[in-house]
């Protein structure tokens, strides 16, 4: 935070896990922002379960965009950190029995859930209409049989697609099928991480940056239904050179990656970030 201009610069906060709560919204009608307050939130946060990468991801271009066009600055940026792969998302599913529950809310890749979108420890539920499995034993299609087409857990405007087909290159296939076992690890785990790449992708067709820092090592591990790399959707967000080529394009703002294995090599890394940063902004 100390990088920052406490008069130019807008800077807003966001964290998350299963949810995501805007601790610090950006300032829309003017500059500068409030350091103190948000090293306060930062030095109050305690992270634990799911990853919920697309939350946090919509709320930060979400943000960007909240302000007025005339207003916005030439550079715009998003950093997004991560200590683990995407493995929840949020959406507005249609039950079963549609009367059970009628919020949007965050489930993970193993389908528990609904918790509220700005639910970032997901012990409880939002209702035990939206708990979509009460018990260990549980199936999820027995409360929810398909995901939605698109991500809808904010809005309708039909941005992001969650069901891929094959319709979408460069994204994992996904399915509307949440049948089966397997159906809901596939299309869970791929929709997660789909999804916060597409926001990232989107952000970019808006000129904005986007620059990730992750740290831990199971991001250097494979994990999930492709046995993929956790850094690899980081990359992908920030548009490196060395990410999955899929999803690299080098005619649309280059952002940067960093990774940090240990807390001790965060500091390197914030200077790095902050490097780039300014060397765009020449």
């Known amino acids: 935070m100390n990088k920052f201009n406490v008069t130019q610069d807008r800077v807003g906060l966001i964290h998350f896990a299963y ?3 805007v601790d610090n919204p950006i300032n829309t009608s003017k500059r500068g922002f409030d350091r103190s307050s948000m090293l306060s939130n930062i030095d109050s946060y305690v992270f634990d379960g799911s990853t919920a990468s697309v939350e946090g991801m919509w709320h930060a271009r979400n ?5 007025p066009q005339l207003s916005r600055s030439s550079l715009r940026v998003i950093v997004f950190f991560s200590d683990g ?11 079963n029995t549609p009367t059970n529950c009628t919020r949007a809310g965050v489930f993970d ?6 918790y509220d979108l700005g639910d970032t420890v997901g012990v409880t539920p939002m209702s035990s209409g939206c708990n979509l499995k009460p018990t260990r034993t549980s199936k999820i299609w027995e409360k929810v049989r398909q995901l939605p087409d698109w991500y809808n857990a904010h809005d309708n405007k039909k ?4 069901v891929t087909g094959t319709a979408y290159p460069g994204m994992r296939t996904v399915t509307a099928a949440l049948t089966s076992d397997a159906l809901v690890q596939q299309n869970l785990d791929r929709a997660a991480r789909n ?7 989107k952000a970019r067709d808006e000129g904005i940056y986007v620059f ?43 952002g940067m990656y960093c990774y ?6 965060l500091t390197p890394c914030f200077s790095r970030l902050a490097s780039a940063i300014l060397r765009i902004s020449k």
Request: proline share 7%.
């Open 63 to 67: 943000q960007l965009n909240t302000i």
């Open 159 to 162: 941005e992001f697609p969650i």
């Open 260 to 265: 940090a294995a240990t807390e001790a090599d």
């Open 195 to 201: 999804l916060p790449e597409a926001i990232a992708a």
């Open 109 to 114: 890749i193993s389908g528990y859930g609904l």
């Open 19 to 21: 949810g995501a709560d």
């Open 212 to 254: 990730t820092l992750g740290m831990g090592a199971s991001l250097k591990t494979k994990s999930g239904v492709d046995n993929e790399v956790g850094e690899n959707v980081l990359k992908c967000m920030a548009n490196v050179a060395d990410g999955p080529s899929r999803c690299y394009d080098p005619d649309k703002p280059v």
């Open 85 to 95: 792969e995407p493995t929840a998302l949020g959406a507005q599913l249609a039950f």
